[in-house]
T-cell receptor, first 113, second 114 residues
């Protein structure tokens, strides 16, 4: 049982380049989330999804797009990377019912130069 | 979601109990207290949650005051591997319109010393 897997683990981008971060979960969870974490700070929610084909904005959505074409995958896209998007990105998923816990991936460390 | 206040940092000796406080004075009746921890920039890990009764699992105990305005996470026998940032989060239980979103503060940096 792999849980939540993020790809890639590290990436360096030049300003203006685009890329997609992949999050895959094998727990059949309905809810999925993308967070970013800047140095010395807590995680902030970028976008989330409550089911296949649905997405919604979180606290800091600007500059990012997401897609949830398959239940197990949640993609985070950067259309034109900026240095301000240098951060560690975490994906999470959880079961929709009750007070279930969220499971997090190991993170993607992105540097935009 | 209710705001939480935690000390910035705490120290604990290995083998002793670590008691991490959290204030959540604006918590509402349907909101639960959750604790997560983050070890050395790994993804956060769920520890425990509760509504109003004290809770215990294999990792920790959660003590919630009767008025629910504060809580304490207890690691009964801290080890070096418990050194981490501990986040106290308040959110509604269940799905609903909150959709399980978590609002992270800066948490408490717990350092366990040999």
């Amino acid at each position: 049982n792999a849980g939540v897997t993020q790809t890639p683990k590290f990436r360096v981008l030049k300003t203006g380049q685009s890329m997609t971060l992949l999050c895959a979960q094998d727990m059949n969870h309905e809810y999925m989330y993308w967070y970013r974490q800047d140095p010395g700070m807590g995680l902030r929610l970028i976008h989330y999804s409550v089911g296949e084909g649905t997405t919604a904005k979180g606290e800091v959505p600007d500059g990012y797009n997401v897609s949830r074409l398959k239940k197990q995958n949640f993609l985070l896209g950067l259309e034109s990377a900026a240095p301000s998007q240098t951060s560690v990105y975490f994906c999470a998923s959880r079961y929709y019912r009750g007070r279930s816990e969220a499971f997090f991936g190991q993170g993607t460390r992105l540097t935009v130069v | 979601d209710a705001k939480t206040t935690q000390p910035t940092s705490m120290d604990c000796a290995e083998g002793r109990a670590a008691n991490l406080p959290c204030n959540h004075s604006t918590i509402s009746g349907n909101e639960y207290v959750y604790w997560y921890r983050q070890i050395h920039s790994q993804g956060p890990q769920y520890i425990i949650h509760g509504l109003k009764n004290n809770e215990t699992n294999e990792m920790a105990s959660l003590i919630i005051t009767e008025d629910r305005k504060s809580s304490t996470l207890i690691l009964p026998h801290a080890t070096l591997r418990d050194t981490a940032v501990y986040y106290c989060i308040v959110r509604p239980g269940g799905g609903g319109t909150s959709y399980g979103k978590l609002t992270f503060g800066q948490g408490t940096i717990l350092t366990v010393h040999p």
